[in-house]
């Protein structure tokens, strides 16, 4: 079916917008010296311990998102109604169901088949480790990936969560939107005083920080949303949050409670 400005149009390229323009606001963030206190990584570590330069990050974010755009508006002409007449949206409490389940499918595909990247060594090493070239991460890297594994955890991951939600595509600009703002903020680098979504999640910007360090490596695959399938699989690490020396915090790895008897 032919695709005006629609839904359709606006749940592909809105959130895409919200990336950049969130992002942009942690990049301008990034610059204000007295924000050094709620750091998770001193100011030149990037520069030190990333192997990647920004430059190159923008240009693999963007592939990524040109692979996300071409399969949204395939999947919406191939469900779409020829009539071209948006569906009605439904009430809002079961608009709040399509959101939770879509919640519920995005984290368990992208955990299964995060997971198995890492175990798997030939997609570790050609696929998933472009993303973990940023040890310390930062907010417009979020979505840095191996174009591959973009498709497979991102876009198909997308796609899964809007059919089987069964939200319409007026609701999945807003679900999208969401995701996107849920993921830079899961990758930005700032633990600041306030931030919500800290206080709603607990896989959150320094849980995901310690996914991103070599200590942390095979723990902590869960994301956008929930830490779920961490603990129920024993790759939930704990982790306290602590004053840094010179300013700043660190996500420090502590034992669990299951560590310490084995100990």
């Given at each position: ?162 059919l089987l939600s069964g939200m319409t595509p007026r609701t ?83 034992k669990s409670v299951e560590q310490t008897k084995a100990d």
């Amino acid at each position: 079916m032919p695709i005006g400005v629609s839904d359709e149009l606006l749940g592909t390229f809105v959130p895409i917008a919200v990336y950049w323009l969130y992002s942009g606001l942690y990049v301008a963030l990034d610059g204000v010296e007295g924000l050094d206190a709620y750091r998770l990584h001193p100011r030149g570590d990037e520069a030190a311990r990333n192997v990647v330069s920004r430059g190159a990050v923008v240009r693999g974010v963007l592939v990524q998102q040109a692979f996300q755009v071409v399969v949204a508006l395939t999947l919406f002409a191939v469900i779409g109604d020829e009539s071209g007449i948006a569906p009605k949206q439904p009430s809002a409490v079961v608009i709040a169901l399509q959101f939770i389940i879509a919640m519920f499918v995005m984290d368990t595909w992208q955990y299964f088949m995060h997971r198995y990247m890492h175990i798997n060594k030939f997609l570790y090493k050609h696929i998933h480790s472009k993303h973990h070239t940023l040890v310390v991460p930062y907010s417009f890297g979020a979505l840095y990936n191996h174009p591959l594994e973009g498709l497979i955890l991102d876009t198909i991951g997308g796609a899964l969560s809007f059919l089987l939600s069964g939200m319409t595509p007026r609701t999945s600009i807003f679900f999208f939107s969401f995701a996107t703002i849920k993921t830079v903020d899961d990758h930005c680098g700032l633990w600041l005083p306030g931030n919500i979504l800290h206080a709603l999640f607990n896989n959150n910007t320094a849980y995901h920080d310690i996914h991103h360090q070599l200590y942390g490596n095979k723990y902590n695959f869960s994301q956008p949303f929930f830490v779920l399938w961490d603990k129920i699989l024993g790759t939930y690490m704990p982790y306290s949050l602590e004053n840094r020396k010179g300013g700043g915090f660190e996500s420090r790895p502590v034992k669990s409670v299951e560590q310490t008897k084995a100990d």
